[in-house]
């Protein structure tokens, strides 16, 4: 059973720092490109940041400004995702993703989603 477990949301003050992380069984992390999606209440959900199989690609979302950094564990089979510099309009429900190819920042183009965690950045 293939399953993406995100964790490491939680409520934090503007300026704060919050590590998610995204643990993946069923499945050979290490042949798959992560990338993480948000999605605000109202809004459609969109592109974060990704990293290639090896991790030696990342991409990120304009609206990130060099904020967050996507990294993994392919021995732990965990992905994570650095958030610094947390700002109000960064609240939203975080999700990791999975796609076997290379990075293409569409939600309609992931093969395998975590249920989310929650992230609120109160100002």
């Known amino acids: 059973q293939i399953q993406l477990v995100e964790s490491g949301g939680g409520l934090v003050q503007a300026g704060g720092s919050l590590r998610l992380s995204c643990s993946i069984s069923?499945?050979?992390?290490?042949?798959?490109?992560m990338e993480w999606f948000r999605q605000a209440p109202g809004k459609e959900r969109e592109f974060v940041g990704a990293i290639t199989p090896g991790g030696g690609v990342t991409s990120y979302a304009d609206s990130i400004e060099g904020r967050f950094t996507c990294s993994r564990d392919n021995r732990e089979n965990v992905g994570y995702l650095q958030m610094n510099s947390l700002k109000a309009e960064d609240t939203a429900v975080y999700y990791c993703?999975?796609?076997?190819?290379?990075?293409?920042?569409?939600?309609?183009?992931?093969?395998?989603w975590g249920e989310g965690t929650q992230v609120t950045v109160s100002s």
């Open positions: 993703a999975l796609r076997y190819g290379s990075i293409i920042k569409f939600p309609g183009g992931m093969t395998f």
């Open positions: 069923g499945l050979t992390f290490s042949t798959y490109t």
